[in-house]
């Protein structure tokens, strides 16, 4: 754990709220609790001392945590730890993810919750990034040990993907999406469907979908979370930029999957928490890995598993046999499949070459 630790990584598929940390959710728990707005005990016995729980109680536990999560201080300060917390595992790109959501009661609208997360990332970014490594490649040339410092210091670059929610309207979903397109110069960089699989049909969303599509918006799909064929293959269809989980894929699917090469975002300890998948050796990660399919890996919700990205690598070095330098290549091909712009990726590029040579 602590060489995949100090690995430098790439996370693709974090929701904002399935992030919070244990602590921070308990001291909201805790205010609300003295306002009379819920009981702390019913929240502990939810949220601190249940770990095993049905894709069904997770959803039930993001709406207890929505409850906490409410106004725009909040929000500006979990964004602002949750990046901390990757950052502290040594993740050099971020894109996380959230739905935008509205609260009358204090005023919030959909883009006023995004700038609350923008400002949640500012704050987040001012702080960690102590010297830009690119900044200084010159320097980087004639002090080597500076150089190795810098590269144990590496700063974060965080990007935003703005979610739709499967029991939201048309309506607000094209809300969302224009949201986006507004806000690409600000650091949204793509659109993401997700909540309850079990919930609505995908295709309520497809204008918008296709709207975003026709902006340059690129577009993530949760694609097979549960058995749901008729909706795989319409989603695969869309060709979209990269689908998440991809738990229930059977052949032709699978076929076309790997035929469009469409990137995965790969939510294993989600995946067997849930129970989409009963043991970490029949996870699809291994077929697709052996298969070349694109691949990268991302916890999902790290603070409802209590899971980090270097525990997801970890067990993929244990239980499919990657060797450190596997698990580097691993974690720099998700650069090429993130939505971020095309300088960051080659700065990212470059930085993960120099720390292959060090790990040569
Ligand atoms: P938020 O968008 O509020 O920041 O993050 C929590 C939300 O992300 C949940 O309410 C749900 O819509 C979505 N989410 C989190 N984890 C999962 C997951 O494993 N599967 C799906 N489909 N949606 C998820």
């Given at each position: ?5 100090a ?10 709220n ?7 959710l308990?001291e ?12 702390l005990?019913?929240?502990q ?20 945590i929505?409850?906490l999560?409410t ?20 993740v050099?790109?971020?894109e ?10 204090v005023?919030m609208t959909k ?7 923008l ?10 990034s102590?010297?830009?490594y ?13 150089r ?14 703005l979610s739709?929610?499967r ?14 397109w507004?806000m690409?110069?600000?650091g ?9 699989p079990?919930?609505?049909?995908w295709?309520?969303?497809l ?8 902006h ?12 749901n064929?008729?909706?795989v293959?319409?989603?695969?269809a869309f ?7 991809a ?9 076309t999957?790997?035929?469009?090469r ?5 939510c ?16 699809h990660f291994?077929?697709?890995?052996n ?11 790290p603070?409802?598993?209590?899971i ?10 244990t ?9 580097l290549?691993?974690s ?14 080659q700065?990212l590029q ?5 720390a ?5």
């Amino acid at each position: 754990l602590r060489l995949c630790r100090a690995l430098p990584k790439v996370e693709l598929h974090a929701h904002l709220n399935g992030c919070v940390r244990p602590s921070t959710l308990l001291e909201l728990a805790e205010e609300c609790s003295r306002r009379g707005l819920l009981s702390l005990s019913d929240f502990q016995a939810a949220v601190i001392v249940k770990e095993d729980r049905s894709m069904e109680e997770c959803f039930q536990l993001f709406g207890l945590i929505h409850l906490l999560t409410t106004d725009h201080c909040i929000l500006t300060r979990i964004t602002k730890e949750v990046i901390e917390d990757f950052a502290a595992e040594n993740v050099v790109y971020l894109e996380l993810r959230t739905t935008p959501k509205r609260n009358e009661a204090v005023g919030m609208t959909k883009r006023s919750y995004v700038e609350a997360v923008l400002a949640g990332i500012k704050a987040a970014s001012t702080e960690l990034s102590l010297d830009s490594y690119f900044d200084h490649k010159e320097d980087n040339i004639e002090c080597p040990s500076q150089r190795y410092q810098r590269k144990a210091n590496p700063q974060i670059h965080v990007r935003l993907l703005l979610s739709i929610d499967r029991r939201e309207t048309l309506e607000a979903a094209m809300e969302t999406v224009h949201l986006a397109w507004e806000m690409r110069d600000l650091g949204v960089v793509g659109v993401d469907l997700s909540g309850n699989p079990c919930i609505g049909d995908w295709e309520t969303f497809l204008p918008a979908l296709k709207w975003a599509r026709q902006h340059g918006l690129p577009i993530t799909l949760h694609c097979g979370e549960v058995p749901n064929p008729r909706e795989v293959e319409a989603m695969l269809a869309f060709q979209p930029e990269r689908v998440g989980h991809a738990c229930f894929l059977e052949s032709p699917d699978l076929s076309t999957l790997l035929a469009n090469r469409i990137p995965v975002e790969i939510c294993l300890t989600s995946n067997l928490l849930t129970n989409s998948v009963q043991r970490v050796r029949d996870h699809h990660f291994g077929a697709l890995y052996n298969a070349n399919h694109p691949v990268v890996l991302c916890t999902d919700d790290p603070g409802v598993f209590s899971i980090s990205l270097s525990y997801e690598y970890a067990l993929v070095s244990t239980h499919f046999g990657l060797s450190s330098l596997e698990l580097l290549h691993l974690s720099r091909n998700a650069i090429e499949f993130t939505f971020a712009e095309d300088r960051l990726k080659q700065m990212l590029q470059s930085f993960f070459d120099g720390a292959k040579y060090a790990a040569e």
